[in-house]
């Protein structure tokens, strides 16, 4: 009887969890959650985070929004190891390599680091919102001429004035 192949599944293992110590992404940068952009005033925030040197803006799978400031810990040492680590802070404390952005990525996760690489999200994604904003925040794009104060305006703010 021939020997016949039986194609079985292959199953894929998950890639060796990167240690804590052979990474310490945690302790370069600091995050402060922010507002989501979801008006012109929120999304011109994002813009100006973004001019900054060292800053970027990141949206996790949940929709939470963070300004990531680019600084190395000072209790980080040279070995990636933390000096204080019996007394570290609570916050250093929940951060856990299982659920890290580097061995956990979120699939829906946004990470921008230009004004650019934000403004090409919203003019794709919150075609509205970019609308709001092009015409007097987007570089390139003629700003809406203003009304010209009349006369009769200025003369009734001067009355006022003296009053």
Same mark, same amino acid.
């Given at each position: 009887?021939?020997?016949?192949?039986?194609?079985?599944?292959?199953?894929?293992?998950?890639?060796?969890?990167?240690?804590?110590?052979?990474?310490? *992404?945690?302790?370069?940068?600091?995050?402060?959650? =922010?507002?989501?952009?979801?008006?012109?005033?929120?999304?011109?925030?994002?813009?100006?985070?973004?001019?900054?040197?060292?800053?970027?803006?990141?949206?996790?799978?949940?929709?939470?929004?963070?300004?990531?400031?680019?600084?190395?810990?000072?209790?980080?040492?040279?070995?990636? *190891?933390?000096? =204080?680590?019996?007394?570290?802070?609570? =916050?250093?404390?929940?951060?856990?390599?299982?659920?890290?952005?580097?061995?956990?990525?979120?699939?829906?996760?946004?990470?921008? *680091?230009?004004?650019?690489?934000?403004?090409?999200?919203?003019? #794709?994604?919150?075609?509205?919102?970019?609308?709001?904003?092009?015409?007097?925040?987007?570089?390139?794009?003629?700003?809406?001429?203003?009304?010209?104060?009349?006369?009769?305006?200025?003369? #009734?703010?001067?009355?006022?004035?003296? =009053?």
């Amino acid at each position: 009887m021939p020997s016949v192949a039986i194609p079985l599944p292959v199953l894929r293992t998950a890639p060796p969890l990167v240690e804590c110590i052979d990474c310490a *992404r945690c302790c370069t940068y600091v995050g402060v959650g =922010i507002n989501a952009p979801t008006t012109a005033r929120l999304a011109t925030d994002v813009l100006w985070y973004l001019y900054h040197e060292r800053v970027q803006v990141y949206a996790d799978d949940e929709g939470e929004w963070s300004v990531l400031f680019e600084t190395r810990c000072r209790k980080l040492g040279e070995d990636l *190891r933390c000096t =204080i680590y019996p007394a570290r802070p609570h =916050i250093c404390r929940s951060f856990d390599n299982r659920s890290c952005d580097v061995n956990a990525p979120g699939r829906r996760a946004l990470t921008f *680091r230009e004004p650019s690489e934000f403004l090409a999200w919203l003019q #794709a994604e919150r075609k509205q919102l970019y609308a709001k904003i092009e015409a007097r925040f987007v570089l390139g794009r003629s700003a809406p001429k203003q009304r010209a104060r009349t006369a009769h305006v200025g003369r #009734a703010v001067a009355r006022k004035a003296r =009053i």
